[in-house]
């Protein structure tokens, strides 16, 4: 599956962002997916933001929670990543992901290597 996300900006501290990604699937295939949003600041690892499960069940990372919200559209093959309360700790290249295994386990999710597809990146600065 291609995995296109956009959404990405220049904002001051305090304000918000809403990152989209498409998906290249089928309603009915996409809807079977577990969606992932990832981060990677200049120089460090890819870190897990928030996941969604085929029943929209939401995870999150302990420093986003309370300031984003995942949600996905399986009419549109789509999912979002709403922020707010952006600090400058939150600039990085976000990373929509995908688990197409369609196995409706949702286990380990927080790491990368659960999922098999991944989108361009979409870079969001947060100026102080």
């Known amino acids: 599956v291609q995995l296109q996300a956009s959404g990405g900006g220049l904002v001051q501290a305090g304000g918000s962002l809403k990152l989209s990604c498409a998906a290249s699937?089928?309603?009915?295939?996409?809807?079977?997916?577990?969606m992932g949003w990832f981060r990677q600041a200049p120089g460090k690892e890819r870190d897990f933001v928030a996941a969604i499960t085929w029943t929209s069940t939401p995870d999150y990372a302990d420093s986003v929670r309370g300031r984003f919200t995942i949600s996905r559209d399986n009419n549109k093959n789509t999912v979002s990543l709403q922020m707010n309360s952006l600090t400058p700790e939150d600039t990085a290249v976000y990373y929509c992901?995908?688990?197409?295994?369609?196995?409706?386990?949702?286990?380990?999710?927080?790491?990368?290597?659960?999922?098999?597809?991944w989108g361009q990146g979409t870079l969001v600065t947060v100026s102080s």
């Open positions: 699937a089928s309603g009915r295939t996409f809807s079977s997916y577990i």
């Open positions: 992901a995908a688990d197409t295994s369609a196995t409706y386990i949702y286990v380990d999710h927080r790491n990368t290597l659960k999922f098999d597809s």
